[in-house]
């Protein structure tokens, strides 16, 4: 089992950055380094979707097409923290930020992912 604990999220204008992290809380029974990471959003009234995700050793990633070029998804096994750095922020990235990980199954499949963070408020505004 291994906690997660998401900060950086806050209201940013239009075109803005924000820089989302995660990080491994306690005495996880594993290094965060054996899991892949993701990164879901939700927006009022719609469903949790994934948005970013990285292979445990971070040799690959995906990303949802449509925060493909502003998004980037990264881990520091070192420091058992994973990184979202968004940028050329719009509304429709309005949501609710959760960090989540995936023991085993398919890395880039949103099912696989078992254990969440409390999720981070990113606000984008005009």
């Known amino acids: 089992q291994v906690q997660l604990v998401e900060s950086g999220g806050g209201l940013v204008l239009t075109g803005g950055s924000l820089r989302l992290s995660c990080a491994a809380s306690?005495?996880?029974?594993?290094?965060?380094?054996?899991?892949?990471m993701g990164w879901f959003r939700q927006a009022p009234g719609l469903q949790r979707h994934l948005v970013a995700a990285?292979?445990?050793?971070?040799?690959?990633?995906y990303y949802l097409d449509a925060v493909k070029g502003r998004f980037t998804i990264s881990r520091d096994n070192a420091e058992n923290t994973v990184y979202l750095q968004m940028n050329s922020l719009e509304g429709r990235d309005t949501a609710v930020y959760y960090c989540?990980?995936?023991?085993?199954?398919?890395?880039?499949?949103?099912?696989?992912?078992?254990?969440w963070g409390q999720g981070t408020q990113v606000t984008v505004s005009s």
């Open positions: 989540a990980a995936s023991y085993g199954g398919t890395w880039y499949s949103g099912a696989s992912y078992s254990y």
């Open positions: 306690g005495r996880p029974l594993r290094p965060l380094s054996r899991y892949a």
């Open positions: 990285i292979t445990p050793n971070g040799d690959n990633t």
